[in-house]
Structures are given as structure tokens and as C-alpha cells.
């Protein structure tokens, strides 16, 4: 097992104290210096034993770090890489928690320089609708899925050590390109909360709102789950992701137009068609999801 | 209480079976006698004590019954009332359970003659992912919505009695014209089921569906639930409720493009603005619904 003897966690969180956790939980960590822009919450992971100390700056946090995970909203990494930059040890390695990623390679890009050859850009897929570092657990990551997107840049070593952290916290490990990444979870994930939020607008728009939300159940409930997630969060991923999000949403919208034109024709038969077929997919996708513990 | 000596359940499954059940948990039924097509279902409600009889046909089941509950897919509707109607005691009640209200209405009135009077239309607002009489419990209903159409041709009496048997099962009883009740659940949950059918389906047919199902996670998994709904029983809902529901999916999409034109042009304020506020209903929806111990 690979051992870190200084994690640098950049935004104690939901899933950068996850993360300390995690490593600590397999006895892989020696110290966690944590860092952010939230004195209060710094405290807090400080005494919930998620970090040994807190770091004044990102520069002087970072310094001597054989790891730093950055787990800070996406739209602040720019700043943070650029400060963090000059400070790194020569073999640290740098991952991220971000939702997309073509945009933070993009950051990346333009603030590490020569040190790009140390970042392992990285998306754990693990649930975000709490925040702040009472969130954090330490099996936060277990059985998940954690895409790594590695640059040609990538030094192979910090490669390995990116994967071995996010290993280490339980998770499966992945690779694509940050454009593939970028496109399958504009499909899965990206679309249906733009989905979401699109429906509940629309019923809270209209004059009988009230009367509407008041016959609501659970399938509405559980549909809308993903509308009451971070709106901050969600506007950052659509501008990152925008170009994969509107060639989703065009999509989706051919498809609905289809399934509209078979209910305005009475089509029974190829309405239930579209109806089995997607509770199969849907069904054997939960099947195998299951029986890989998710 | 209102009490009912003698209640003809036609069709014992979730909602048929949880109604004799709710019905005897509060002591207001008599003898309770079970009507289908399936012999091996009800078989198995009477083993179960959700009923104490059998019916061989539905006209003799219902002979002498006070209240008669049609808990039969609503395809089924016509034959159904057209054999019951010359059955039916005089001061019987007969009341339904399906999701929609207009096509149960039409059906009623081109079968019922002058019985129609002695029919109230109602819709249960229940989970329905399970079948058969083993489904079945007495607490379904128990601070659930229930939605009556009452016709101008509904005695009085009639929809008394109705209103006491959904409340007696414990439910919350309200009313609509069949077609505000159609209209409403056009909105809050044929659209719903509609759209997450149609992601699925999309996804399932692309080339690379098994890994984008791969990636799929939590709200995915909340956002498609209800589409492992029966194909069979949405599809009738489709056909039923046609019109509004290609009214509703007209109205969302042109809140999606309106929300694609956002992404487009990147307006990250407006679109910030549109999931707060989307966020903010929810929300608030479900502070009250909770609060009404839904």
C-alpha cells in the first residue's frame, strides 16, 4: 500500500474530508494540513480530527506535501493551481474532485506549467448534496466509481499515486480522456439535473403552483431529488460543460419529440414498446450496479 | 363512522387489497368479497384475510354489497361496469381507483345508464410499483391523497358514502372536475413518468449505453425510478389522459429550450437564478408536504 506522510487537502469538505478520512481509515496518511478560505470550517475539521493542522496559505500548506487533493469548487482552482504552483514538492503529485473536466485541465494548463506533469485530474462520483466538513465520512468512497482523466503530460509515477490515493479511499478507479469524461457525464448526470430543475421551474411558474406541488408524490419527490441540489455548483458545471450539455439537452429533446408525436397518434403498441424497453435497461443497469455493491 | 356491511373489491391487488384492509383495520366493514381475473390472486388475498369470499363472476359478486371498489387496470372499465350494472343493489356506492379521470368517466357513462348516479369517480394517490394481493397493507392510504370527480349526476348520498369509505382507509379526501384532476396530474406526474422514460430509453440506445449506464449514480438511479413503472399501465395513462399530457409535453419543452438557451449563451446568472428558484420550490413543497406527514 502507498503510503503519504503529508496529504494537503484544499477545501475540507464533503469530499476533501472524506478523503483525510479515508487515508486514515487505511492507515496510509501521516499528517493532513488542511487549507481554505473558511476559517470557521477549517476549526471545525480540526477538531473532528479530519486534519492535523491548518495552513495559513495554500502555498505554505502545500509545501512538503507528497499529496495534494483539491477539493475546492472548480471555479477556484485557477487561483488556487497558481498559488500552490512554486511550493510543490518536486514529487508531489496534485488530483482534484471537480465534476468536469476539460474545463479544469484548462486551468491546469494555464497556471502548473512544467509542474502539469504532476496533476492527475480526477471526479469521484459520490453524492454532494451536503456540504461543509461535518460531512465528510470516511467510507464517503467506497464501491464508487472515481474517474482519472491523465493529460499526455501525466508523469506516469504520479499517475500511479493519484490512483493508488483514490484506491485507498475505497473507490474503483477509471481512466478516460477529460473530452469523454466531459460527454458521459453530460449524458448521465449533467442532463437529468438540468432536467429536473427545468420541470420544477416550469410547475412553480404557473399560476395554480400550489394547487399543483399539492398533488405531488412520490414520484415527483424522487424525479426532483436532483433540483434541490447546489444551485452554485450546478451553474458552474453547465458553463463547464456546456457544449456537451446543449448537444444532450438538443438530443433529449428529439427523443421527447418522438415519444410526444406516439401519444399524439394513440400509438398503445409503440408507446408500451419504448415504456419496456427502458424499465429493462433501467432494471439490468440496477442489477449490475447491485451486484458491484453500489 | 360510516360502516359497510357488505364491499364487492373488484380487482385485489395493491390498492384493491389495501383497501378491504384499511376498511377492517377500522372496523367498518362487514364481510368483504374478492373479484378478478387472476383465481390465483385471490386465492391468495383469501389466505391472506384480505378477503372472505370469492366471487365467481363480477355480477354475482357484487349483488347485495353496499359499496363496490373497481380496482381493475382502467382498460378494463367498461366490460367491467357493464356487467355489474344490473347487479347493483339501489343504495350502492361504487367507486374506482384509477389514475385517470376523463376516459373512467366515459366509460361509466356509456355502460352505467342511470346507475351513473350511484358512481364516484376517485384516484387514490398511492405508490403503485408493486402488484398482486400480497402488495396489499392496510396503512396505504393513511394520509394519502384522494381525489374524487363527482359527476352532476352523482347522488348526494352516493359521494357521501364514497368520501367516508377513501377517509374511513384513512386517506385525505379532496375534489376536482375530471378534467382538472386530468390537467393536474398531467403536470405532476404523467410529464414526469414521461420524461424519465424518454432519458432512459435515449441512453439505452446508444452505441456506447453500457458504459454510460456504467457511469450513471444516485440521481440517476432517483431521477429514472419511475421509469421501472408498468409499461403497460403508463402506457394506458398515455392513451387516456392524451391530451394533456401533449399539452404538458409541449409547455416543458419550450422550458427546456428556454433553459438551453441559457446554457448557450453561457448567462450563468439566469441560470443560477432559475435553479435557485427551482431549488427554493421544491424545497418549500416539501417542507409542507412533510409537515402534512407525507
Same mark, same amino acid.
Given at each position: 500500500?502507498?503510503? =503519504? ?5 484544499? *477545501?475540507? *469538505?464533503?469530499?476533501? *474530508?472524506?478523503?483525510? #478520512? ?8 501521516? !499528517?493532513?494540513?488542511g487549507?481554505?478560505?473558511?476559517r ?6 480540526? $477538531? ?10 495554500a &502555498?505554505?500548506?502545500?509545501?512538503? $506535501?507528497? $499529496? ?6 472548480v471555479? @477556484? ?9 512554486? &511550493?510543490?514538492? %518536486? ?10 473536466? @476539460? +474545463?479544469?485541465?484548462?486551468a491546469?494548463r ?8 504532476? =496533476? ?7 453524492? &454532494?448534496? !451536503?456540504?461543509?466538513?461535518d ?6 468512497? +467506497?464501491?464508487r ?28 478507479? %477509471?481512466?478516460?480522456?477529460p473530452?469523454?469524461h466531459d ?5 448521465? %448526470?449533467h #442532463? ?11 410547475? $412553480?411558474?404557473?399560476?395554480?403552483a400550489?394547487?399543483?406541488? *399539492?398533488?405531488?408524490?412520490g414520484? =415527483? ?15 458552474d ?13 438538443d ?5 421527447? @419529440? ?6 399524439? &397518434?394513440? +400509438? ?6 419504448? =415504456?419496456?424497453?427502458?424499465? %429493462? ?9 447491485e451486484?458491484?455493491?453500489?
Amino acid at each position: 500500500m502507498m503510503r =503519504f506522510e503529508r496529504v494537503a487537502v484544499i *477545501g475540507v *469538505g464533503l469530499i476533501g *474530508g472524506s478523503v483525510a #478520512l479515508a487515508l486514515r481509515r487505511a492507515g496510509a496518511v501521516g !499528517r493532513v494540513v488542511g487549507i481554505g478560505r473558511g476559517r470557521a470550517n477549517l476549526e471545525r475539521a480540526l $477538531a473532528l480530527g479530519i486534519i492535523d493542522e491548518i495552513a495559513d496559505d495554500a &502555498a505554505t500548506g502545500v509545501a512538503g $506535501a507528497d $499529496a495534494v487533493v483539491v477539493a475546492a469548487p472548480v471555479a @477556484q482552482f485557477a487561483p488556487v493551481l497558481a498559488a500552490v504552483r512554486n &511550493a510543490l514538492a %518536486s514529487g508531489a503529485v496534485i488530483t482534484d474532485a471537480g465534476s468536469t473536466k @476539460q +474545463d479544469v485541465v484548462a486551468a491546469a494548463r494555464g497556471t502548473l506549467g512544467a509542474r502539469i506533469d504532476r =496533476f492527475v485530474p480526477a471526479h469521484p462520483i459520490a453524492g &454532494a448534496e !451536503r456540504v461543509g466538513a461535518d460531512a465528510a465520512r470516511e467510507a464517503l468512497f +467506497d464501491g464508487r466509481n472515481v474517474v482519472v482523466t491523465p493529460l499526455p503530460e501525466t508523469d506516469p509515477a504520479a499517475l500511479a499515486a493519484a490512483e493508488a490515493l483514490w484506491r485507498t479511499c475505497g473507490a474503483r478507479v %477509471s481512466r478516460m480522456t477529460p473530452a469523454e469524461h466531459d460527454a458521459v457525464f453530460a449524458a448521465v %448526470s449533467h #442532463l437529468p439535473h438540468v432536467l429536473a430543475y427545468a420541470l420544477v421551474a416550469m410547475i $412553480a411558474e404557473r399560476d395554480n403552483a400550489e394547487r399543483l406541488f *399539492g398533488y405531488a408524490a412520490g414520484g =415527483f419527490r424522487d424525479f426532483t431529488r436532483i433540483a434541490s441540489s447546489s444551485p452554485e455548483m450546478w451553474r458552474d458545471i453547465c458553463l463547464a460543460n456546456r457544449e456537451s450539455l446543449v448537444a444532450e439537452i438538443d438530443a433529449y429533446g428529439t427523443a421527447l @419529440q418522438g415519444l410526444r408525436s406516439l401519444v399524439a &397518434a394513440g +400509438d398503445g403498441a409503440e408507446i408500451e414498446h419504448l =415504456f419496456t424497453d427502458s424499465r %429493462s435497461a433501467r432494471d439490468a443497469w440496477l442489477a449490475r450496479a447491485e451486484g458491484l455493491g453500489t
